[in-house]
């Protein structure tokens, strides 16, 4: 069973807004900082946004810095990813996982975004 499913990718012109959810499966989630990553093919997977256990605090990449909001609802497990003002730049694949996810972090399937311009 998978423990990290990402939902909420599309297609969606420049401008536009989605809003990604993943769901973790481990009871332990509401312990561990999560993040939102984004991969396109060639490239690393590199964090776009993070937000600590609690909620309290939140980190995003320069990038995305004022057009996406990261926000978590420990009771339903969930993480999301308002997206908003959306760029070409960000049409990638979207993954979740804890923040940092280290070197032998399992990765869910992702979501595709792509931004059309």
């Known amino acids: 069973q998978a423990q990290l499913v990402e939902t909420g990718g599309g297609l969606v012109q420049v401008g536009g807004s989605l809003r990604l959810s993943c769901v973790d499966s481990?009871?332990?989630?509401?312990?561990?900082?999560m993040g939102w990553y984004r991969q396109v093919p060639g490239k690393e997977r590199e964090l776009v946004a993070s937000?600590?256990?609690?909620?309290?605090?939140?980190f995003y990449t320069g990038s995305v810095k004022g057009r996406f909001t990261i926000s978590r609802d420990n009771a339903k497990n969930t993480l999301y990813l308002q997206m908003d003002n959306l760029k070409p730049d960000d049409t990638a694949v979207y993954y979740c996982?804890?923040?940092?996810?280290?070197?032998?972090?399992?990765w869910g399937q992702g979501t595709q975004v792509t931004v059309s311009s």
């Open positions: 996982n804890m923040y940092p996810a280290g070197d032998m972090a399992t």
């Open positions: 481990r009871r332990t989630f509401g312990s561990f900082d």
């Open positions: 937000i600590a256990w609690s909620g309290a605090t939140t």
